[in-house]
Nanobody, 127 residues
Framework: AQLVESGGGLVQPGGSLRLSCTDSGFTLENYPIGWFRQAPGKEREAVSCISSYAGSTYYADSVKGRFTISRDRANNTVYLQMNRLKPEDTAVYYC?????????????????????WGQGTQVTVAS
């Protein structure tokens, strides 16, 4: 897999961004996809994930109600829509793919479970 994230940037507090994760080799719908983030001086944390075929989703408490993960089958893309952004959302955001074997309807929240990672995209929330 060669995951590629895009859509990061600088946004004011309260603004929105939509991150995209795509891959040229894997059909993303077949695999759990996770979004993680890492801020300077902090550990990587799970933000959201979606199981294969969008059976289930997960959101960290800090983003619940503000972020939405979704799949676009036609474009082989997973999106992370981020609304009402806060300065504490500032981080490098990574998408990750869990390779086989997978469990249907389950998306892992642990980064070590994912075998494939993108290069990351910077999100900065500041006025």
């Amino acid at each position: 897999a060669q995951l590629v994230e895009s859509g990061g940037g600088l946004v004011q507090p309260g603004g929105s961004l939509r991150l995209s994760c795509t891959d040229s080799g894997f059909t993303l719908e077949n695999y759990p996809i996770g979004w993680f983030r890492q801020a300077p001086g902090k550990e990587r944390e799970a933000v959201s994930c979606i199981s294969s075929y969008a059976g289930s989703t997960y959101y960290a408490d800090s983003v619940k109600g503000r972020f939405t993960i979704s799949r676009d089958r036609a474009n082989n893309t997973v999106y992370l829509q981020m609304n009402r952004l806060k300065p504490e959302d500032t981080a490098v955001y990574y998408c990750a793919l869990q390779g086989p074997p997978i469990r249907l309807g389950v998306c892992p929240k642990t980064g070590s479970t994912y075998g494939y990672w993108g290069q990351g995209t910077q999100v900065t929330v500041a006025s």
